[in-house]
């Protein structure tokens, strides 16, 4: 099993809709998560970190369950520009490794 | 912009070179590491370091190595290079506390021939 799971993907919605990506982990020792953004061929970029309060910015809202170790991002209003794969990561205060989920790609259509 | 550079952006080379993927971050972290991308596939670390003198492998076996003797510089080799080496690499750093996030270089295109 990996450590880090994501929805499978692609997920191909049109312009203005809601989207919502989940994630679970399995190393409960893990206390740091993220959600990143990678355009095609390019390096991935921080989209924003996830606090257990759940945390928004702007048209993103991410969301922390530890005991269900479940991690999701929700995208409202989508625009064609966020057209692009979405990685879950964990990280352990302890190993201090960056887990990567394997992405789901989303394409956002007129 | 992070302050992560590799070098070189795009390699291609025959079979049974040796060849060194250079890292560089001027941003003081002190964990750094490597992942290999395939195209469209996913990220997998295949080595990191805590600090100087520090090197661990990831969860992907790789008949990389590397090594860190300055903070800033953490250089892949391979001794000698096979197309199955053919990959994205991808380093990354980030400070020792584990709760922010890691900065990507642009990453190196390797093509084994």
């Known amino acids: 099993r990996k450590e880090v799971e994501q929805d499978p993907g692609p997920f191909n919605v049109p312009e203005g809709a809601t989207v919502a990506f989940n994630c679970t982990y399995s190393n409960s020792a893990s206390q740091s998560f993220f959600w990143y953004r990678q355009d095609c061929r390019k390096e991935p970029k921080l989209l924003m970190s996830v606090y257990s309060s759940g945390n928004e910015d702007g048209r993103f809202t991410a969301q922390l369950n530890r005991a269900s170790q479940y991690i999701s991002l929700l995208i409202r209003d989508s625009k064609l520009s966020d057209s692009a794969t979405y990685l879950c990561?964990?990280?352990?205060w302890g190993e201090g490794k960056l887990i990567f989920g394997q992405g789901t790609e989303l394409s956002v259509k007129p | 912009e992070a302050d992560i550079y590799q070098t070189p952006r795009y390699l291609v080379i025959g079979t049974g070179k040796k060849i060194t993927l250079e890292c560089s971050q001027t941003m003081g972290h002190d964990k750094m590491y490597w992942y290999q991308q395939d195209p469209g596939m996913e990220l997998h670390l295949i080595h990191y370091?805590?600090?100087?003198?520090?090197?661990e492998k990831g969860d992907l076996s790789s008949e990389s190595t590397v090594s860190r003797i300055r903070t800033e510089h953490f250089p892949l080799t391979l001794e000698s290079a096979r197309p199955s080496h053919t990959s994205q690499y991808l380093c990354a750093s980030s400070v020792s506390d584990g709760a922010t996030e890691a900065f990507f270089g642009q990453g190196t295109r390797l093509t084994v021939v």
């Open positions: 370091s805590y600090g100087v003198n520090s090197t």
């Open positions: 990561v964990a990280t352990s």
